[in-house]
């Protein structure tokens, strides 16, 4: 058995060849000491070192395997009842390195185009794919920790979050990198969070929903859903900083983080993390009124800002309606006349209104003859002259 351990030690320190074949191999064989588990932690720790250097490897089946072993290094990083493990690799610390190298290939993929188009020739800046192959390979190893790791989630994981919403503008192109930078996000989400983590959570995610990005205010707002259906009980204390946070998204300047927030809202409802009053419902009711025009040298023209403000009210709405998707509610008869008000607004707020109403039909068509109950019959005949079927509700 030293003979097998001492020959997959000598392939760490082996002398890159050049050969695609022969290094993604080589990296395979290494993976094999996961058989080990605990009982090589100066090997490990030997990995790690070693590895880390190649997380911007050119070759993406070498990173794939890099990702995948560095993982396997960190799996026995944990805290025991009588105390932490020394011996093997230390989570946090190389986790806040890769945080500070992640940050730098940011600035450095921003700074410089992917490539540069000139004439009939297409370069491909170096340093930019370097940076991109970074942040490819990060992703990669952050899912793969959740899988393999024993204790993954730590102080470390919750301080690279931000970096996590950060990358959504980058990869925003790339079907398959945002895809898994989604995953690797819901990871975090479907995680216990102990109340100290739940508390620098909160604080990460708060402040990437102040972020210049749009992109990764959204990206926060997605993962606030799962993360709150995940800890249903444990996160409870922070209902308010909650919700405060939705609202504010509900009226961001952009229209993906508004409709992220109002579909995150609505789940808020429908679990009963946060009930619907009816000071939430005069406030929406409040905002959804706002006059979208503005006079401007005595012009009547439209203001963006008041089109947020009435569109994040209708959003309001739109979550308190779809928060019951089976049933009908008080507040839901007067939440749809309000939504029915707004029939002429301008087309981004008539989508959203189309959208919840559609969805209402959806799922109250099966039961409408004792969810009509609930409506008067004035209330029936405007349900019936907005949706698209006159008749439906005759």
Not at 294 to 321: F, M, Q, Y
Not at 330 to 338: D, G, Q
Request: proline share 4%; net charge neutral.
């Amino acid at each position: 058995m030293h003979r097998v351990i001492n020959y997959l030690r000598s392939l760490i320190n082996t002398t890159a060849t050049g050969n695609t074949f022969m290094e993604t191999s080589r990296w395979y064989l290494v993976q094999t000491l996961t058989n080990f588990e605990w009982r090589v932690p100066s090997i490990w720790c030997m990995i790690n070192e070693q590895a880390k250097e190649l997380l911007d490897h050119p070759y993406k089946a070498i990173r794939e395997r890099i990702a995948i072993v560095l993982s396997s290094s960190l799996t026995f990083d944990v805290t025991l009842f009588n105390g932490q493990s020394t011996r093997h690799p230390n989570a946090n610390k190389f986790l806040d390195t890769i945080r500070e190298r992640l940050g730098h290939a940011i600035e450095i993929y921003e700074k410089t185009p992917l490539a540069n188009v000139s004439g009939q020739t297409v370069e491909i800046d170096p340093e930019a794919r370097k940076a991109l192959n970074f942040i490819e390979t990060v992703i990669q190893m952050h899912t793969h920790l959740f899988s393999k790791c024993l204790q993954p989630i730590k102080s470390s994981i919750i301080r690279l979050f931000p970096y996590l919403c950060e990358i959504e503008s980058i990869v925003a192109n790339d079907d398959f990198i945002r895809k898994n930078l989604t995953v690797s996000r819901t990871c975090v989400a479907m995680t216990y969070l102990h109340k100290n983590l739940m508390e620098e959570l909160i604080e990460q995610l708060e402040q990437v929903c102040s972020s210049s990005k749009w992109h990764a205010r959204r990206a926060a707002m997605e993962f606030t859903q799962n993360m709150i259906f995940c800890n249903l009980f444990n996160v409870r204390p922070y209902a308010q900083r909650l919700r405060q946070l939705v609202f504010k998204c509900l009226f961001d300047e952009q229209f993906e983080v508004r409709s992220v927030a109002s579909v995150t809202l609505s789940g808020f409802y429908q679990c009963g993390f946060i009930q619907i009053n009816n000071e939430d419902l005069k406030y929406f009711r409040s905002m959804s009124k706002t006059s979208y025009f503005t006079k401007i040298d005595g012009k009547k023209v439209t203001s963006p800002e008041n089109v947020v403000k009435r569109h994040g009210g209708v959003l309001g709405l739109c979550a308190i309606v779809l928060s019951s998707p089976y049933e009908i509610p008080n507040h839901v008869p007067e939440a749809l006349m309000l939504l029915c008000e707004h029939s002429h607004d301008p087309d981004l707020i008539q989508k959203s209104i189309k959208k919840a109403l559609s969805e209402f039909r959806r799922t109250h068509h099966d039961s409408w003859h004792e969810h009509r109950e609930k409506f008067t019959e004035d209330q029936l005949v405007i349900l019936a002259d907005v949706l698209i079927s006159p008749s439906y509700y005759a």
